[in-house]
């Protein structure tokens, strides 16, 4: 089984905005494979249902970004999963371009907040994420303001495909593995679908 994990913040006023493009990618998958994630516990939203032929629950923390580590924590003890095989974490990026995607098995936080959380509450950073690219912070803007504002029109468009290659990527890695995955789904989103 596997728990697939999208970061955000709740309520509209941060929909589509740069911080919620987990939530976004998660929308893609339940639509995808006619999964309702609507079910309130473990402090998210959350539905069951299957994706390559292996079960699956893909969760919405309500915990807010900072603490998503509290609901996902929950989730690892209550379902007795091995994080480091059985999680996957979605989640924004900051030193990615707008379109581009990096698939990793580990790692650090690398100063997200959503990923500290999660790491600190789950007691390890060997789970597979799946980081979107929602563009640096520009000159004289602070990293809160950006991540939580929306995107350009033409941005906006880029990075709907990106929760596209996204979702292909995340069910790749529960049918091939996540080092195939890296292999395949790492960089531009155009060129992996030229791939």
Do not use: W
Request: proline share 3%; net charge positive; charged share 25%.
């Amino acid at each position: 089984m596997y728990v697939i994990t999208g970061l955000g913040n709740p309520t509209l006023k941060y929909s589509k905005t740069r911080h919620n493009v987990g939530f976004d990618t998660i929308d893609v998958l339940a639509k995808k494979y006619g999964i309702k994630v609507k079910k309130k516990q473990f402090k998210a939203l959350t539905g069951e249902g299957f994706i390559g032929g292996e079960k699956v629950i893909l969760v919405k923390p309500m915990t807010y970004m900072n603490n998503s580590g509290e609901s996902v924590s929950e989730i690892v003890k209550y379902y007795k999963i091995d994080p480091d095989m059985e999680l996957i974490i979605i989640s924004d990026d900051l030193n990615l371009d707008v379109g581009v995607l990096r698939i990793r098995a580990k790692g650090s936080a690398g100063g997200h907040n959503g990923l500290k959380s999660i790491i600190k509450c789950v007691g390890t950073e060997s789970f597979d994420r799946v980081r979107i690219g929602v563009g640096k912070v520009p000159a004289g803007t602070d990293v809160i303001t950006h991540v939580l504002t929306r995107f350009s029109r033409a941005d906006r468009a880029i990075v709907k495909e990106s929760f596209e290659v996204a979702a292909d990527a995340i069910v790749s890695i529960i049918s091939d593995g996540i080092d195939k995955t890296m292999s395949k789904y790492n960089g531009p989103i155009e060129q992996i679908r030229n791939n």
